[in-house]
């Protein structure tokens, strides 16, 4: 065979970027490193589902596979209003080619005029399978007829058929004996055996129908193959759904597998160490992602501030330091904390509320200090959430730039080492028995495997909640030297408001005086 005429099969999607495709429009970048398993997550009318669409045209079928051939105009057929010309994704994906591994290869999928491009016998072989939420609709209602259903039955016995039984029975916490396959015609019905009583997806609930499906196409897929779910959540209730995402990921890490899936449940949120938090917001013409974020992070994009001002954290610890350091100040009543996750949804959060016209002058990002250290990794960023050259996006790019601070962080370090370190630091001699006894527990960790166990250990040791062992670690913390330099930045930002909080706060009466 000539290395042409070699196949390329497909095996990672690293990333995907939209320039264009139906209401997402400039979208930088969604991330699907890290996990097997990515969520997307965002309102209605956001493009959940439009990105599903593009992923499942990006491959065409293994050749001698009998795999359904996903093409774009099965989910972007032109019509009336729309032609869908001028769309354009670019994938980052590996790939083999022949023999040879290609690594982060940029490939860009476009519609210029009557036919998208690649064509589709020239894009990456790849199992790939589509679950929409047609799949919800009990079989009962699909058949649409009252007249008697007869079929004959046959079991399996196969491996895999086996592994499926089991998964089902761990999910839905039931005793399944068999999976069936009923023939009626041309038709056929998947089945099931549960103490005793054979059925068919014809006498099944919806729920119990779609996770059936569900689970077949995962355990049918072969290695590296891609599942696109639309609505994973949907039919399944609390328990069964973290059982179900169990399961799946331990398929997808044994048969390399990527899962993408939309879903508008918060709950899954809380999977977060099994699975890529996505979310999508649409600003003023263009599309942010928000990776690894909070939903009071989204929740600030779509609403209002409520207080004078606010700030904007990583996470639950830099909410602890800022709250302490407003507390200093006898500001905290007049500042409103937010969570946006990783780092790099600073960026993303402000643009989304320059974009949409909110004024940012009374908030700020505060970045911990281990990433985007520098100011010209500000400015590339910036650069990649405010796109153009205009005087519009760079007066965009300076108001986002100039609402975001970092912490005092020495280089090299991650803030729970640094904060650790603080806390070791500390004489005891004036301390409080609480506070001696939480420093005894910060004195006997040296080296954990991970940065986060440098606190995690102590609130784990001490029995409190999270937030409630951050604000006892930081309040400890304060007393260190190296404090005020630490909290440098923000302290004076927050003493730059204090005109905008008189201003802004309601005078009120003395008590007993005449109104």
């Known amino acids: 065979m000539a290395a042409a005429d070699a196949p390329r099969t ?117 199992h790939v399978a589509y679950v929409g939420i047609g799949t919800c609709v009990p079989e009962i209602e699909r058949l649409g007829s009252s007249k008697k259903v007869n ?56 729920g119990e129908q779609r996770l059936l499906y569900l689970l077949e196409e995962v355990f049918t897929s072969p290695r590296q193959g891609l599942l696109l779910v639309d609505e994973l959540d949907l039919l399944l209730h609390g328990e069964a759904l973290e059982r179900f995402v169990n399961v799946v990921h331990e ?42 974020t909070s939903p009071d992070a989204l929740h600030r994009l779509t609403g209002k501030r409520l207080r004078p001002l606010e700030i904007l954290v990583e996470d639950d610890l830099a909410a ?59 400015e590339d960023r910036a650069r990649h959430v405010v796109c153009g050259d205009s005087d519009e996006a760079e007066g965009q790019r300076t108001q986002l730039l100039g609402a975001i601070c970092d912490l005092n962080l020495p280089e090299g370090q991650q803030p729970e080492q640094y904060l650790h370190g603080l806390l070791i630091g500390l004489d005891d001699s004036e301390l409080g028995e609480e506070e001696k006894e939480l420093l005894a527990l910060a004195k006997e960790i040296h080296v954990p495997e991970d940065s986060h166990d440098y606190l995690g250990s102590i609130i784990e040791g001490l029995g409190y909640a999270r937030s409630e062992g951050f604000r006892a670690i930081v309040d400890l913390v304060a007393k260190s030297p190296e404090w005020d330099s630490y909290v440098k930045p923000v302290k004076e930002w927050l003493e730059s408001k204090k005109a905008v909080v008189l201003e802004q706060t309601p005078k009120t009466a003395p008590v007993g005086a005449a109104t």
């Open 10 to 126: 497909g095996y990672a999607i690293h990333s995907l970027q939209i320039d264009c495709l139906k209401n997402l429009k400039d979208l930088d970048e969604i991330s699907f490193e890290d996990k097997p398993i990515t969520g997307i997550f965002g309102p209605n009318c956001c493009g959940k589902s439009t990105i599903l669409h593009a992923l499942a045209c990006c491959y065409q079928p293994p050749p001698g596979s009998s795999n359904h051939a996903y093409v774009f105009r099965e989910f972007f057929l032109p019509n009336t209003d729309a032609l869908w010309d001028g769309s354009r994704i670019t994938l980052t994906h590996s790939f083999r080619f022949g023999s040879v591994d290609i690594k982060e290869q940029e490939t860009v999928y476009e519609k210029k005029t009557l036919q998208w491009a690649p064509r589709r016998y020239k894009r990456p072989a790849r």
């Open 151 to 206: 079929y004959t039955t046959s079991v399996r016995d196969d491996e895999i058929a086996r592994q499926l039984i089991k998964a089902l029975a761990r999910i839905l916490n039931r005793d399944y004996e068999e999976l069936c396959e009923h023939l009626s015609g041309n038709r056929k019905y998947r089945g099931l055996k549960s103490s005793g009583i054979r059925y068919s997806a014809l006498s099944m609930g919806a």
């Open 251 to 292: 398929r997808a890490e044994k048969m390399k597998l990527q899962l993408v899936f939309t879903s508008h449940r918060e709950r899954l949120l809380e999977f977060r160490e099994l699975i890529n938090v996505r979310h999508i917001h649409n600003a003023d013409g263009k599309t942010c992602c928000l990776n690894e």
């Open 320 to 378: 602890a330091v800022v709250s302490k350091v407003a507390g200093q100040l006898g500001m905290k009543h007049h500042v409103e904390i937010t969570r946006f996750g990783a780092a790099i949804n600073a960026f993303t959060v402000l643009a989304g509320m320059i974009l949409k016209g909110d004024d940012v002058t009374n908030s700020l990002c505060v970045l911990d200090g281990d990433v985007y250290r520098t100011t010209t990794e500000k």
